[in-house]
């Protein structure tokens, strides 16, 4: 499996972005999906994720700004991310997870800054 992120930028603070996440190759055995961060001098944290049948789970921090949802059509994940704050800054990397051993397939990672 390949991702491919994009979407990325720099947004005023209050202002909303849209990430992308690509996949290509076999989905099959695919369970969770979603994108962790990774702010400047901090580890990776989970953001939001799908987990299989489609139940979805968030960082507390992005409750009620953040939604995450996919295409199955089209195997792409998107983060649409509203009213943002500068401390969502950070390199976004969606993923994928393996149903049965786990491993997480990663994609390249997209920068937001959230900066006036």
């Known amino acids: 499996v390949q991702l491919q992120a994009s979407g990325g930028g720099l947004v005023q603070p209050g202002g909303s972005l849209r990430l992308s996440c690509a996949a290509s190759?076999?989905?099959?055995?695919?369970?969770?999906m979603g994108w962790y961060r990774q702010a400047p001098g901090k580890q990776r944290d989970l953001v939001a994720r799908?987990?299989?049948?489609?139940?979805?789970n968030y960082a507390d921090a992005v409750k009620g700004r953040f939604t995450i949802s996919k295409d199955g059509a089209k195997n792409i994940i998107y983060l649409q991310m509203n009213n943002l704050k500068p401390e969502d800054t950070g390199v976004y990397y969606c993923f994928v997870m393996r149903g049965y051993d786990g491993y997480n397939y990663w994609g390249q990672g997209t920068q937001v800054t959230v900066s006036s």
């Open positions: 799908i987990i299989r049948g489609g139940a979805t």
């Open positions: 190759g076999s989905m099959f055995g695919i369970a969770d």
